[in-house]
Structure formats: C-alpha cells, structure tokens
C-alpha cells in the first residue's frame, strides 16, 4: 500500500469516528430511557435498535448484549455523580463544608431520574448482581468513605465521640436524606424543595455534631 493509499485510509477512518460516536450516543440515550421506561428485563436489544434508528447489527457491533449495554449506560450516567471534595479548609467551618457537603448531595440524590435508576437497578439486583455491586461500590459507598474520612478529621480536631467512622457516616447520610427518598420511589411525593433540603440537611448535621460533641472526646 502506498502513502496515498495510506492517506485514504486515515481520511476514511477519521470520518467514520463521529458517526460512530453519534450512534453510540443514540443507542445508550435509547437504552437508558427504556431503561426507566420498561425497566431492564423487559428491555430487549431490538427496542433499542428501533428508538435508536440503527439497525440491529449496528447496535451488536458496540454492545453484544444486554448486560454490556447496560454496563455503559450506567458508566456514563456516574459521569454525571460530581460532589465537591470535602475537605478542610481555614475559611469555612467543618460543619458547614459537612452541610454544603450533604445539601448538594440529597439535591442529586433526589432528582427524579436518579431516584428511577436506583429503583430500576434494585429491581434487576438478582437478574444483574455483579453490576448492582458496581452500582453500589460507585455510588453510594464512595460517598459514605468520604463523608467517613471527613468525620475522623473532626473527630481528631473538635474531640468528637463516635466509636466507628463508617457507622457515622452512615448516621448522617441517613439523617440527611430522611425518607424522601422512599416518598418518591413510591410515588407518593415530588422531591422537596431546595430550601427543605438545606433545613433537614442543617438540622440533621447541627443535631448528629451535638451529640457526637456532649459525649465527650473519643478514647
């Protein structure tokens, strides 16, 4: 092959990358709105082609079946899983950076289609284990590490009292989001408004910090 032979391949293959890529998209945008809509096993590949306009063998040719389909689908939903680092820092106080912290938390957490795709991923935890692991390594427990992390900073600072960092952590989270997460799930309720969230969220730190406090420093 010569170097314009060479040349015509390079062009070829440069130009075929973004309809690729364009089709990738369509296909995890389809899926991952069937996803939601019918829920995972009743999800077949052929629904997928067909909302995505690609024919079936297209479709096989970047996913081969479902579990990789839905694999990629959840990695590029987890891009959209962006917190701020919690850390310390000399102008803010711990407990504030902790409520920022755990506003912007819930306020993700309680997003209507983040509450579906935990819905949708619990209801397929036995047809799909290793990836209801992968959910739950990726989202919420590297969460709970984090908040973990920060409270043993405090403790060592502010002498606070918890006998385990992780059960701590776990305390507040839960106390964070109250059971508006279950209301929605459920149906029974929309998510709650910013101002509500900033109050339980407040409320929740300020009360775990006190207790934590009044018990005296650690050891």
Same mark, same amino acid.
């Given at each position: 092959m010569n170097s314009s032979d060479h040349d015509l391949v390079r062009k070829a293959s440069t130009r075929g990358r973004p309809r690729d890529l364009k089709k990738r998209e369509a296909i995890l945008d389809a899926a991952s709105a069937l996803f939601l809509e019918r829920g995972i096993d009743a999800t077949t590949m052929e629904a997928v082609a067909d909302r995505a306009s690609v024919s079936k063998m297209t479709l096989y040719s970047h996913f081969p079946d479902k579990p990789v389909l839905l694999a990629a689908v959840f990695e590029r939903n987890l891009k959209d899983f962006q917190l701020p680092e919690l850390s310390e820092s000399v102008e803010v106080s711990s407990s504030e950076r902790l409520s920022d912290f755990g506003e912007r938390l819930v306020e993700f957490l309680l997003r209507p289609e983040i509450v579906r795709t935990a819905r949708v991923m619990a209801a397929s935890a036995d047809a799909f284990p290793d990836l209801a692991a992968a959910f739950y390594a990726a989202g919420p427990a590297a969460v709970l590490r984090r908040v973990a992390r920060f409270l043993d900073l405090m403790r060592e600072k502010e002498r606070l009292s918890f006998p385990d960092a992780d059960l701590a952590a776990e305390q507040l989270v839960a106390a964070w989001l109250g059971v508006?997460?279950?209301?929605?799930?459920?149906? =029974? $309720?929309? *998510? *709650? $408004?910013?101002?509500?969230?900033?109050?339980? =969220?407040? $409320?929740a730190t300020e009360t775990m910090l006190r207790g934590w406090a009044a018990r005296g420093p650690a050891g």
């Open positions: 508006d997460q279950l209301k929605q799930s459920l149906g =029974v $309720s929309g *998510p *709650p $408004s910013k101002d509500a969230i900033s109050r339980r =969220v407040r $409320s």
